[in-house]
């Protein structure tokens, strides 16, 4: 299971020893720093650049300039370890506009501490040094350096933040890239508000406890469920504070073939269920069907598509214009959005801009494009919807109806029968094609009820062919033919390098992958502009320095071997998550050359993984004074388990070692 409600126990992390002034992380005060902490370590990660000693957050409802808001504070202390540990003392910090209100940074103090002659040095922040810099209309970030920062450092930062609204609760990652040693969070929530907790990741909490007590609000509030005008309002109310300690958090880092840390870092958010005034209770997307209810109405999303359409039902009418069938309406209006609208490639779940604006101006965000897909394919009268989704790297939707695990907008259009995805943001992508970022599982069709659709790896299958003939010419050099059709991904890559580079780009970077061993000449790259389909990549090839006239070496692989391992480490504590299901086929036809016999020539092999999950094969033989091989690893799944890691290794081992394998020829005597 992916997320785990925090009142369950998580499982156990690495144990490690540090100096037991640290091991009461909780009880931190700025400025006070023990001597024994400078010479904090972490046994378990030598190798880490900094190390977390403490960090403590909270969050409260408080009444700020006479209305309720949430107060967020946090301090951090550091060790630095080594000079890569520096980016620890240079804090950002980020600030969003919501309504007229800016969220406000205050309070913020900043240290470092060094050893000098044996007694301790404090370099203190200057206000005059805390910068801001401006991203947009909708936010700021606050930047500042901590001084005097050098390796062996103690460093330590605090700051509160003020959100001028209620319904959100800040976050907390309890795991970093560091080791931590102790990091805590508390939060108090009244008991007028109900907020969805939601846990994950792998560590156990060593506090995880609650109190209630009393506190008093004065806000504004609408009385009768919303019914009534906005009215001030003082009240006293239970307050149940939750706190959470975790203690020798082992660090988490991004590894090869993972969607995203994000999924697995240990971490809590919350999600506003309900409040509750007098009485009365009122829901907050605390289910799908709410959830979509709220996007529909939405100005920025649903609304958005059904408001003044006038100029939808033009431009509708001019694409579709002699179209017969709803696959040729989809198809036309599909294409004419991706090549006549260009993407500024920001994400966003809403429309950044009005819809006529994105058709007028012929740009648009991906969620500004693709939701004007949806508005011209309805026009069509076509059943279409938007899709909301997270990409690998945002993380995994959670099973809860929280509208920020998503980040992405794509399209799905109902033709005979079946759901077609479309991504209109990427001009060359195919019709139902999408890019591997949004293979990602859980996503939701924006309809009535929130429809759960899968748009997993474990659904995309990827297939790669490659075919190679050769032979030796008179001048005594291997010559041959090269044609590949490599899979759909490897094709948009290569439209886009040639769209970038032209054909002659594209050419250089052929020959300069192979170096002076091969020369290529007339290459093409056949099928660019059939975008439902890979490409196909043709070129004549010229093997140099295959031996001396006695013996010859061939590497049967043609570089499109496996030169390593693609899993390095040794362990692995999280899924392998490929972008899709692999099967990789690769065949060469060798003519041996006249007068020469085979010497040596690799073994075939069969290789199977788990069974049924995969396997890998390579048969070759000697036939009729030609040598004919074949590779191919083919794959049943993308996404594969922890226990699997090892075998999985195991088996990409096999295929390094036989792919390397060569083929020897020798002078007949």
Same mark, same amino acid.
């Given at each position: 299971?992916?997320?785990?409600?925090?009142?369950?126990?998580?499982?156990?992390?690495?144990?490690?020893?540090?100096?037991?002034?640290?091991?009461?992380?909780?009880?931190?005060?700025?400025?006070?720093?023990?001597?024994?902490?400078?010479?904090?370590?972490?046994?378990?990660?030598?190798?880490?650049?900094?190390?977390?000693?403490?960090?403590?957050?909270?969050?409260?409802?408080?009444?700020?300039?006479?209305?309720?808001?949430?107060?967020?504070?946090?301090?951090?202390?550091?060790?630095?370890?080594?000079?890569?540990?520096?980016?620890?003392?240079?804090?950002?910090?980020?600030?969003?506009?919501?309504?007229?209100?800016?969220?406000?940074?205050?309070?913020?103090?900043?240290?470092?501490?060094?050893?000098?002659?044996?007694?301790?040095?404090?370099?203190?922040?200057?206000?005059?040094?805390?910068?801001?810099?401006?991203?947009?209309?909708?936010?700021?970030?606050?930047?500042?350096?901590?001084?005097?920062?050098?390796?062996?450092?103690?460093?330590?930062?605090?700051?509160?933040?003020?959100?001028?609204?209620?319904?959100?609760?800040?976050?907390?990652?309890?795991?970093?890239?560091?080791?931590?040693?102790?990091?805590?969070?508390?939060? #108090?929530?009244?008991?007028?508000?109900?907020?969805?907790?939601?846990?994950?990741?792998?560590?156990?909490?060593?506090?995880?406890?609650? $109190?209630?007590? $009393?506190?008093?609000?004065?806000?504004?509030?609408?009385?009768? #469920?919303?019914?009534?005008?906005?009215?001030?309002?003082?009240?006293?109310?239970?307050?149940?504070?939750?706190?959470?300690?975790? $203690?020798?958090?082992?660090?988490?880092?991004?590894?090869?073939?993972?969607?995203?840390?994000?999924?697995?870092?240990?971490?809590?958010?919350?999600?506003?269920?309900?409040?509750?005034?007098?009485?009365?209770?009122?829901?907050?997307?605390?289910?799908?069907?709410?959830?979509?209810?709220?996007?529909?109405?939405?100005?920025?999303?649903?609304?958005?598509?059904?408001?003044?359409?006038?100029?939808?039902?033009?431009?509708?009418?001019?694409?579709?214009?002699?179209?017969?069938?709803? +696959?040729?309406?989809?198809?036309?209006?599909?294409?004419?959005?991706?090549?006549?609208?260009?993407?500024?490639?920001?994400?966003?779940?809403?429309?950044?801009?009005?819809?006529?604006?994105?058709?007028?101006?012929?740009?648009?965000?991906?969620?500004?494009?693709?939701?004007?897909?949806?508005?011209?394919?309805?026009?069509?009268?076509?059943? %279409?919807?938007?899709?909301?989704?997270?990409?690998?790297?945002?993380?995994?939707?959670?099973?809860?109806?929280?509208?920020?695990?998503?980040? !992405?907008?794509?399209?799905?259009?109902?033709?005979?029968?079946?759901?077609?995805?479309?991504?209109?943001?990427?001009?060359?992508?195919?019709?139902?094609?999408?890019?591997?970022?949004?293979?990602?599982?859980?996503?939701?069709?924006?309809?009535?009820?929130?429809?759960?659709?899968?748009?997993?790896?474990?659904?995309?299958?990827?297939?790669?062919?490659?075919?190679?003939?050769?032979?030796?010419?008179?001048?005594?050099?291997?010559?041959?033919?090269?044609?590949?059709?490599?899979?759909?991904?490897?094709?948009?890559?290569?439209?886009?390098?040639?769209?970038?580079?032209?054909?002659?780009?594209?050419?250089?970077?052929?020959?300069?992958?192979?170096?002076?061993?091969?020369?290529?000449?007339?290459?093409?790259?056949?099928?660019?502009?059939?975008?439902?389909?890979?490409?196909?990549?043709?070129?004549?090839?010229?093997?140099?320095?295959? #031996?001396?006239?006695?013996?010859?070496?061939?590497?049967?692989?043609?570089?499109?071997? !496996?030169?390593?391992?693609?899993?390095?480490?040794? +362990?692995?504590?999280?899924?392998?998550?490929?972008?899709?299901?692999?099967?990789?086929?690769?065949?060469?036809?060798?003519?041996?050359?006249?007068?020469?016999?085979?010497?040596?020539?690799?073994?075939?092999?069969?290789?199977?993984?788990?069974?049924?999950?995969?396997?890998?094969?390579?048969?070759?033989?000697?036939?009729?004074?030609?040598?004919?091989?074949?590779?191919?690893?083919?794959?049943?799944? %993308?996404?594969?388990?922890?226990?699997?890691?090892?075998?999985?290794?195991?088996? !990409?081992?096999?295929?390094?070692?036989?792919?390397?394998?060569?083929?020897?020829?020798?002078?007949?005597?």
């Amino acid at each position: 299971m992916r997320y785990q409600s925090v009142a369950l126990a998580f499982i156990a992390s690495c144990l490690l020893s540090v100096a037991a002034v640290a091991q009461d992380g909780s009880k931190m005060k700025f400025g006070k720093v023990d001597p024994a902490e400078f010479n904090l370590s972490f046994d378990k990660d030598t190798g880490a650049h900094a190390i977390l000693i403490s960090e403590i957050g909270s969050s409260s409802f408080e009444t700020t300039k006479g209305d309720l808001g949430v107060v967020f504070r946090v301090h951090r202390r550091y060790k630095v370890v080594d000079k890569a540990g520096f980016e620890y003392g240079e804090v950002s910090i980020s600030l969003d506009k919501v309504g007229r209100d800016m969220e406000e940074v205050s309070k913020i103090k900043a240290a470092s501490y060094n050893m000098e002659n044996g007694k301790m040095v404090t370099s203190t922040l200057d206000s005059k040094d805390i910068f801001t810099e401006k991203v947009d209309d909708m936010g700021e970030i606050k930047k500042f350096a901590i001084p005097g920062v050098k390796v062996g450092s103690i460093i330590e930062y605090s700051y509160t933040i003020t959100y001028p609204y209620w319904h959100l609760i800040p976050a907390w990652k309890f795991q970093h890239s560091i080791p931590t040693l102790w990091s805590e969070y508390t939060v #108090g929530i009244p008991e007028f508000t109900r907020f969805m907790r939601v846990g994950q990741g792998y560590i156990d909490f060593e506090v995880n406890s609650k $109190r209630d007590y $009393r506190a008093s609000y004065n806000f504004r509030y609408e009385p009768q #469920g919303g019914a009534g005008a906005s009215q001030n309002y003082t009240m006293t109310a239970n307050v149940t504070e939750f706190r959470l300690g975790a $203690r020798n958090v082992m660090p988490i880092r991004p590894e090869s073939f993972i969607t995203s840390v994000n999924n697995y870092v240990a971490q809590i958010k919350f999600q506003l269920a309900a409040t509750n005034f007098d009485g009365v209770e009122k829901a907050y997307s605390n289910t799908w069907p709410k959830l979509m209810e709220e996007l529909n109405k939405n100005q920025e999303f649903g609304a958005a598509m059904e408001k003044n359409n006038n100029f939808m039902d033009n431009t509708t009418n001019d694409i579709i214009k002699g179209a017969t069938t709803d +696959e040729e309406k989809a198809r036309r209006i599909f294409n004419w959005v991706k090549s006549n609208v260009v993407c500024t490639d920001d994400r966003a779940l809403g429309t950044t801009q009005k819809l006529k604006t994105t058709l007028t101006s012929k740009k648009g965000a991906v969620s500004d494009i693709n939701l004007l897909l949806v508005g011209l394919l309805r026009r069509a009268n076509l059943n %279409a919807y938007p899709v909301i989704l997270s990409t690998r790297d945002h993380g995994y939707v959670s099973f809860y109806p929280l509208l920020s695990s998503f980040n !992405y907008v794509i399209a799905v259009v109902e033709i005979d029968g079946q759901q077609v995805k479309l991504d209109a943001s990427h001009p060359l992508l195919g019709f139902n094609k999408l890019m591997p970022e949004t293979y990602n599982g859980d996503a939701r069709v924006v309809d009535g009820i929130g429809t759960a659709i899968s748009i997993s790896a474990d659904s995309l299958r990827e297939i790669a062919i490659t075919t190679i003939s050769m032979e030796r010419n008179a001048e005594g050099a291997f010559v041959g033919k090269f044609q590949k059709r490599p899979t759909y991904l490897q094709s948009y890559n290569i439209r886009n390098t040639i769209k970038d580079k032209k054909l002659e780009g594209y050419k250089e970077s052929l020959q300069k992958a192979f170096g002076e061993e091969i020369e290529i000449s007339n290459a093409t790259v056949a099928d660019l502009d059939s975008l439902d389909a890979s490409v196909m990549v043709d070129y004549d090839f010229k093997m140099n320095n295959a #031996g001396n006239d006695d013996i010859l070496y061939i590497k049967p692989m043609m570089g499109e071997e !496996y030169k390593h391992n693609i899993f390095k480490s040794e +362990e692995r504590k999280f899924p392998v998550e490929m972008n899709a299901v692999m099967d990789e086929i690769y065949t060469l036809n060798l003519a041996i050359p006249e007068g020469y016999v085979v010497d040596e020539l690799p073994k075939s092999s069969m290789v199977k993984f788990n069974d049924d999950e995969g396997f890998f094969q390579y048969l070759i033989q000697d036939v009729g004074g030609r040598i004919q091989m074949r590779s191919r690893i083919k794959f049943n799944k %993308a996404t594969f388990l922890p226990e699997d890691y090892a075998s999985l290794r195991e088996f !990409y081992d096999v295929v390094v070692k036989k792919q390397a394998e060569q083929i020897v020829l020798k002078k007949k005597a």
